[in-house]
C-alpha cells in the first residue's frame, strides 16, 4: 500500500499511466497488438509503429519542453520548419529546380546538415526576437510560422523534389541489416545529448530559474537572454532534425505537408506530460511520454478503423481526460476525497476499539 | 538607439512592401494599356492585336496544379495571340475576388477563373456580367452564382466508375473470384474524394465485392503510407486490391507494402490501383508496380482556348464541359472498357497502355 502511494505520487506516473491505458485499450480489438516478430529482417508490429511513427513528434516535444519552460510560452513555427529543413536539404542533394534525381549533386550528409542548419538558423531568428526584442514567443514565432513554408516552397521551385536514391530512404526507414527503425535511433540520440547538457551541465537549473523568474535569475548572475536565446535554438535545431527524418521516410521534400500541424502535437505532448505551459519546472521526460501516447492513439484509432471523419472526435475526448486527470484541481479533488475516507476509516477503527475496551 | 532601430525597420518594411506591390503592377499596368487596344482590336475584328485574357489560379499546392497553371498559359500565350495576365490567388479567396475585380477595371476580354471557395461569387460575376466581360470557370465550381458562361473540369465520379469497370474486367480475365478491397481516400469532403469513392462503391456494390476498409490518406504520401501500414498489420493476408485516390498515397501504399513483404503490381498478390496519373505515377505504372491509373486531366488550357474562340466567332457553347480522360493501364491484355457513366449513357472508352513514350508526355 505504501508502495503503491509512493508510485502514485511520482510525476512520471500519470503520463505513463494514461499512455498504457491508451495500449490497452487495444487489446480489446486485437489481442495481438503487443506481438512483435521479425518480417523481411525487420521488427513488425504495433508497438514498433508507434516508436517509430512518433519519432518527429517526440524529437519536437524536447526542443518545445525547453521554450515552454524557459519563456512561458510556445514556438508554433516547429511544423513549418520541418518544412522548410526538409525542402532546403532536397533542393541541395537534387539541385535547384530539379524535379527527381536518382544522382546527388553533393554529398547526403552535406544536404542533410544543411537541413539541420536551417532549423537552427530559423531557431536563431526566433531566439533573437523572443530574447533580445522581448517579442511574446507566439507572436515572434508566428512569422517563421507563416513564412519558413513559403520559403521552403520557393526552394523547391514550387514542386515536390524527389530523391530517388537508396541510401537516403535509410533514415526514415531501416538501414539494411538492422531490424530496429532509424529514426527510433535518432529520437534516442537527440534525447541522449540534450538530457546529458541538462543533467552534465547546469543548463537544465539555469532554465528553470529564468522560467519560474527571469529578473530573479538575472539578478542572481544568470543572463536570462543568453539561456533563453539558446533554447530557442536547440528547439530550431530539433525541427530540422525532425524534419529531415520526414522527409527521408518519403523520400521528397512535400512543402506543403511536411510537418502540417505537428507544432500542436508538440505542445499538446509537453502538456500530457505533465508540464506546466507557464513555464518553469519542466519534466523531459513526461514530454516524450507524451509524444508517444499522441501516436499511440493515431495508431489505435487506425486499428480500430475508426472511420477518419470521426477519428478527431475520439482523438479529442481522449486528449480531454488525459488533461482532466492530470490537472491539479482534479488531483486535489481525488486527495480531499481518499484523506476523508482514510478518516472516516480511522474513526471507524476507532469507534470499533473503543467497543471492544467497553 | 532603439528608436531609431524601430525607425531603420519600419523603412526597410515599408521599401519591400513597396517592391512588393510594384512588381504585380507592372504587368497590370502595361496589360490596363493593352486592353483598350485589345478591346478595340476585337471590335475591329483585326488578327494582329492581342486578346486579353485574366487568369485567377488558385494557388500552386501540387504538381497537379502548377500542370494546369502550365496548360493555361500555353493556351493563351502570345503566339497564339493572346495577352495573358495571371494571378497566383495563393489559396486566398479573398485576394482572388480582388483579382477577378481588377480585371473587371481593366476591361479585360475573358476572365477564367479557378475558385477557391464555391461561393461568395454572385456580385463580382454581376459585375463581369454587366462590364460584357465573358467569364470562364475551371476545375472548381461556383454553386452560388450562374453568370459565367462556361465550366471547364473533371468528371470525378466517373473516374470512379471506369476504375471500378475495369477492376471488374480484369479481374474476369485472371480469373479472380473474390475481391477484398482496401481503399485510401483522399482528403475528406474534397469533390475528387466524394466523386471517386461513390463512382467505385458502386460498381462494388453492384459486383458483390467487399470493401473490408476505407480511410483518409489526406492526398499525401506520408499518409498513405501510414494508413497502408496500419492495414498491412490489421488485415494482413486478407485484401487483393488496394485502391489509393491519388498517386501519391499509391507511392505511399508501394512502400508500406514493400517493407510489409507483400507483393503487389502486375506479378504481384495485390492489384493497385491509383487516380491522377502524374508523370510520377505514370512511370510506377510502365514499372508494373500500378495496375491502372486514372487520369484527373489538368491540362484545361486546350478547352478554355476553344470556348474564347467559338465565343469570338459567335457560338454558343455548353455550359458544363467535361474533359477527355485517358484510363492508364500497365498491360496491354485489355483495350477498352463499357461502363455506365454518371450521366446514365453506356460508354465504352480505350485503356491506354502505358510505354514510355506516354510517360514522357504526361504533365
Same mark, same amino acid.
Do not use: L, R
Given at each position: 500500500m505504501n508502495s503503491l502511494k509512493k508510485l502514485t505520487s511520482k510525476t512520471l506516473f500519470l503520463p505513463l499511466f494514461c499512455m498504457i491505458l491508451v495500449l490497452l485499450i487495444n487489446v480489446i480489438k486485437s489481442p495481438d497488438f503487443f506481438s512483435i516478430a521479425v518480417k523481411n529482417g525487420v521488427l513488425y508490429g504495433r508497438l514498433v509503429d508507434i516508436l517509430n511513427r512518433g519519432s518527429e513528434i517526440a524529437i519536437l516535444a524536447v526542443g518545445q519542453t525547453l521554450v515552454v519552460a524557459v519563456s512561458a510560452g510556445t514556438d508554433i513555427s516547429v511544423g513549418s520548419v520541418m518544412s522548410l529543413s526538409a525542402c532546403g536539404c532536397c533542393m541541395l542533394l537534387a539541385g535547384y529546380g530539379v524535379n527527381s534525381t536518382t544522382e546527388l549533386a553533393v554529398p547526403m550528409i552535406v544536404g542533410m546538415l544543411f537541413g539541420v542548419l536551417l532549423g537552427g538558423v530559423c531557431g536563431t531568428f526566433n531566439g533573437f526576437l523572443v530574447s533580445k526584442l522581448k517579442i511574446q514567443p507566439m507572436v515572434a514565432t508566428l512569422i517563421l510560422f507563416t513564412a519558413a513554408r513559403a520559403i521552403g516552397l520557393l526552394l523547391c521551385d514550387n514542386q515536390i523534389t524527389y530523391i530517388r536514391y537508396e541510401p537516403y530512404k535509410y533514415l526514415g526507414n531501416f538501414i539494411p541489416? &538492422? @531490424? &530496429? @527503425?532509424?529514426a527510433i535511433f535518432v529520437t534516442i540520440a537527440v534525447i541522449a545529448v540534450i538530457s546529458l547538457l541538462l543533467k552534465k551541465t547546469s543548463l537544465g537549473l539555469y532554465i528553470q530559474s529564468v522560467g519560474i523568474n527571469s529578473r530573479a535569475a538575472r539578478i542572481s548572475g544568470i543572463s536570462s537572454s543568453k539561456i533563453c536565446f539558446l533554447c530557442y535554438l536547440i528547439c530550431g535545431l530539433c525541427s530540422g532534425i525532425a524534419g529531415i527524418v520526414a522527409s527521408s521516410r518519403i523520400y521528397s521534400a512535400d512543402s506543403n505537408n511536411i510537418g502540417l500541424n505537428y507544432e500542436l502535437d508538440a505542445i499538446l505532448a509537453v502538456a500530457l506530460g505533465g508540464n506546466s505551459l507557464g513555464g518553469g519546472k519542466f519534466n523531459l521526460a513526461g514530454s516524450i511520454i507524451g509524444a508517444y501516447t499522441i501516436q499511440a492513439i493515431t495508431t489505435t484509432l487506425l486499428a480500430m478503423g475508426v472511420s477518419t471523419d470521426q477519428a478527431p472526435v475520439i482523438k479529442a475526448i481522449i486528449v480531454v481526460i488525459i488533461v482532466v486527470v492530470q490537472a491539479p484541481v482534479f488531483k486535489a479533488w481525488m486527495e480531499t476525497r481518499s484523506a476523508r475516507r482514510l478518516a472516516a476509516r480511522v474513526a471507524e477503527t476507532t469507534d470499533e476499539k473503543e467497543m471492544a475496551e467497553k | 538607439m532603439k528608436k531609431f532601430l524601430a525607425l531603420a525597420l519600419s523603412l526597410v518594411m515599408a521599401v519591400s512592401l513597396a517592391a512588393c506591390g510594384t512588381s504585380p503592377s507592372t504587368p497590370a499596368a502595361s496589360g490596363s494599356g493593352s486592353a483598350g487596344s485589345a478591346g478595340s482590336a476585337a471590335a475591329s475584328g483585326s488578327g494582329d492585336q492581342l486578346i486579353t485574357v485574366g487568369f485567377a489560379q488558385v494557388g500552386h499546392e501540387s504538381d497537379w496544379r502548377t500542370a494546369s497553371t502550365k496548360s493555361v498559359q500555353e493556351a493563351f500565350s502570345k503566339d497564339n495571340g493572346f495577352d495573358l495576365q495571371f494571378v497566383d490567388c495563393d489559396n486566398d479567396s479573398a485576394a482572388q475576388l480582388e483579382a477577378v475585380r481588377n480585371f473587371i477595371e481593366q476591361d479585360v476580354d475573358y476572365i477564367v477563373i479557378d475558385p477557391i471557395v464555391s461561393t461568395g461569387w454572385d456580385t463580382v460575376l454581376t459585375e463581369a456580367d454587366d462590364a460584357g466581360i465573358p467569364v470562364i470557370v475551371i476545375d472548381r465550381t461556383i454553386d452560388d452564382s450562374d453568370k459565367y458562361i462556361s465550366w471547364v473540369g473533371s468528371e470525378f465520379t466517373n473516374e470512379g466508375l471506369a476504375a471500378g469497370a475495369w477492376l471488374k474486367d480484369y479481374a474476369a480475365l485472371k480469373g479472380i473470384s473474390e475481391l477484398n478491397i482496401l481503399v485510401i481516400e483522399g482528403t475528406t469532403g474534397s469533390s475528387a474524394q466524394i466523386g471517386r469513392t461513390n463512382g467505385f462503391k458502386k460498381l462494388a456494390d453492384e459486383n458483390g465485392w467487399k470493401i473490408i476498409d476505407s480511410q483518409s490518406g489526406d492526398f499525401t504520401q506520408e499518409g498513405g503510407q501510414k494508413v497502408m501500414e496500419s492495414y498491412c498489420k490489421s488485415y494482413a493476408g486478407q485484401f487483393n486490391v488496394v485502391v489509393c485516390q491519388n498517386d501519391n498515397e499509391a507511392f505511399g501504399a508501394e512502400d508500406a507494402m514493400s517493407a510489409a513483404g507483400i507483393s503487389y503490381g502486375v506479378d504481384g498478390d495485390v492489384i493497385l490501383i491509383s487516380f491522377d496519373a502524374c508523370t510520377a505515377g505514370l512511370t510506377d505504372v510502365l514499372a508494373g508496380k500500378i495496375n491502372a491509373d486514372f487520369q484527373c486531366n489538368p491540362l484545361q488550357g486546350p478547352f478554355c482556348a476553344d470556348i474564347v474562340a467559338k465565343l469570338a466567332a459567335g457560338d454558343t457553347v455548353n455550359k458544363e464541359t467535361y474533359m477527355e480522360e485517358p484510363w492508364y493501364v500497365a498491360e496491354d491484355a485489355l483495350t477498352e472498357i463499357t461502363y455506365t457513366n454518371n450521366a446514365g449513357n453506356e460508354v465504352t472508352e480505350p485503356l491506354v497502355h502505358v510505354t514510355q513514350d506516354v510517360v514522357d508526355a504526361a504533365y
Open positions: 541489416g &538492422i @531490424p &530496429i @527503425p532509424t | -
